[in-house]
């Protein structure tokens, strides 16, 4: 979000600093569906001065980026984009280069570990302050500028997150949202974090249909070895289908609380965010 020039910008903010209220806004909306689909919604918006900024921010997101939909939107006096782009997995989100979710040697960037029963991700996602930043806004003006400018990112998602430092959590812990602007304008680094698991419905299911067959087969090879127990070759067989069956269940239900309730423990090989120099 901060591809827009930075002088430019603060230039721009200190020239409206007298002359208007609610000059520029940035929404940042991150969708994650329970299938792992993503959707990536920003919403710009500015005074009449700051259309350049603007069309940066619109001509950034649209070069080499799965942008979908691009839709002029307005509020009073503001007018802009709303810009819309959706990706298959956190793979394509992670690869595109959104400085946002980049890696860099302050931050991981996003960590992926892919597991039977669910995915996990670690969000060490990062918002810093340009290094020409501070020439031009740590100043009185550009300081008055804050409540006129807003810069918000909010990340949805499927299930309520796991930790996080989000400095807004609603919606049972599956929506976090935090406030860019001091960091964009301020001058100030600011750490995005969030563990999550996105489950897999489908494999539970599975895991979960096998356990009741197999349990199922016992209970019915025990009964059998009952009714058959004048014939002790045949009840021996039963009985040893019987315990084939309760031996399978036992360990399937063992393995899958272990990878139930093992803490994950992310590693560098996990990251899957582009690699770039940090400041």
């Given at each position: 979000m901060k591809n827009i020039s930075v002088k430019l910008f603060a230039i721009l903010l200190m020239m409206?600093?007298?002359?208007?209220?609610?000059?520029?806004?940035?929404?940042?909306?991150?969708?994650?569906?329970?299938?792992?689909?993503v959707t990536f919604k920003n919403e710009v918006m500015g005074v009449p001065v700051m259309s350049e900024p603007i069309e940066a921010f619109k001509n950034e997101l649209e070069r080499g980026h799965y942008v979908t939909d691009i839709t002029p939107i307005a509020s009073g006096n503001m007018s802009g984009y709303r810009i819309i782009t959706k990706y298959d997995n956190m793979e394509q989100l992670a690869a595109q280069?959104?400085?946002?979710?980049?890696?860099?040697?302050?931050?991981?960037?996003?960590?992926?570990?892919?597991?039977?029963?669910?995915?996990?991700?670690n969000f060490d996602l990062l918002s810093d302050a340009p290094d020409d930043a501070e020439e031009y806004l740590n100043n009185p003006i550009a300081q008055s500028m804050m409540p006129q400018v807003k810069f918000n990112l909010v990340i949805n998602l499927p299930y309520a997150v796991e930790t996080t430092n989000a400095q807004h959590i609603s919606n049972d812990g599956k929506t976090l949202a935090w406030n860019l602007t001091s960091s964009v304008i301020g001058g100030k680094d600011i750490s995005m974090?969030?563990?999550?698991?996105?489950?897999?419905?489908?494999?539970?299911?599975?895991?979960?249909?096998?356990?009741?067959?197999?349990?199922?087969?016992?209970?019915?090879?025990?009964?059998?070895?009952?009714?058959?127990?004048?014939?002790?070759?045949?009840?021996?067989?039963?009985?040893?289908?019987?315990?084939?069956?309760?031996?399978?269940?036992?360990?399937?239900?063992s393995v899958s609380t272990y990878m139930l309730i093992a803490p994950v423990t992310f590693t560098d090989a996990d990251i899957i965010s582009k690699l770039v120099s940090g400041n």
């Open positions: 409206m600093s007298i002359f208007c209220a609610g000059c520029f806004q940035v929404d940042s909306d991150l969708t994650i569906d329970d299938d792992g689909k280069d959104l400085e946002i979710f980049n890696r860099t040697n302050k931050n991981k960037g996003i960590q992926q570990r892919k597991g039977w029963f669910f995915d996990a991700y974090q969030a563990q999550f698991r996105i489950w897999h419905k489908g494999q539970i299911a599975v895991t979960a249909i096998a356990i009741i067959a197999l349990l199922g087969g016992a209970i019915y090879f025990f009964k059998k070895a009952k009714h058959s127990s004048e014939d002790k070759e045949d009840a021996a067989k039963n009985l040893k289908y019987m315990q084939i069956c309760s031996v399978l269940a036992a360990a399937i239900i």
